[in-house]
């Protein structure tokens, strides 16, 4: 079975903190990650794809298959990242549905 | 702009009605999937259609059904509508190995 959790539903930091918002996943074949923002319960945007390893809007996201995080961070947050953040995950070879954590609500207070 | 176009934006209706919610995918995306967003379950996978045919299935109610069209836009059908279907329905499309990309939902109350 495939699951994603997101530890934290909160998170509060200042701007110009850093930010580290979490995800951890549980697939026993090859999974691939996906970091989805979604602004004041409007559409979904994807963020990141691990797989492509770029960073986006100042964030990135390693995958680390020994501990399956992947931990989404962000060097100097912005008042303008306040969102929901969503993990997914997509099994590789099979159906391509998305699995989502619960997400975490980021507030990056002025 | 995702590409992905939903409609209607908001539907209010009552219980035990039926609705069909619309989507229309990104030009060149084959692949439709519906996601049911609520405050306690949060995001879940319902449905994918690949190029007219079902392709997988999550936690689709049987008062719920899917089609998609030779045009590739697709319809959720809802039934027998309860309280708790209350919720935002998402559809997602993709090329086949892309990422997902998501239309801006439908919002669905159940008075």
């Known amino acids: 079975a495939q699951r994603v959790t997101q530890p934290e539903k909160l998170l509060s930091v200042f701007k110009g903190a850093p930010v580290e918002l979490k995800c951890n996943y549980s697939?026993?074949?090859?999974?691939?990650l996906f970091w989805y923002v979604q602004y004041s319960r409007q559409r979904l945007q994807l963020l990141l794809r691990?797989?492509s390893r770029e960073s986006i809007k100042g964030f990135t996201a390693d995958l680390n298959k020994g501990e399956t995080s992947f931990h989404l961070k962000k060097p100097f947050a912005q008042e303008e990242d306040s969102a929901m953040y969503y993990c997914?995950?997509?099994?590789?070879?099979?159906?391509?549905?998305?699995?989502f954590g619960k997400g975490t609500k980021l507030t990056v207070n002025p | 702009d995702s590409g992905v176009t939903q409609t209607p934006k908001h539907l209010i209706t009552a219980t035990g009605q039926r609705v069909t919610l619309r989507c229309s995918p990104r030009?060149?995306?084959?692949?439709v999937y519906w996601y049911q967003q609520s405050l306690d379950q949060g995001l879940q996978f319902l449905i994918q259609?690949?190029?007219?045919?079902?392709?997988a299935k999550g936690n689709i109610l049987e008062r719920f059904s899917a089609q998609q069209f030779p045009d590739l836009h697709s319809e959720l059908n809802l039934s027998s509508l309860e309280l708790g279907d209350s919720a935002l329905y998402f559809c997602?499309?993709?090329?086949?190995?892309?990422?997902?990309?998501f239309g801006d939902g439908t919002r669905l109350s159940i008075l």
């Open positions: 997602a499309s993709s090329l086949v190995g892309q990422p997902q990309h």
């Open positions: 259609y690949y190029n007219g045919e079902e392709r």
């Open positions: 030009s060149g995306d084959l692949s």
């Open positions: 697939y026993s074949g090859s999974p691939e």
């Open positions: 997914a995950l997509r099994a590789q070879g099979g159906s391509e549905k998305l699995v």
């Open positions: 691990h797989i």
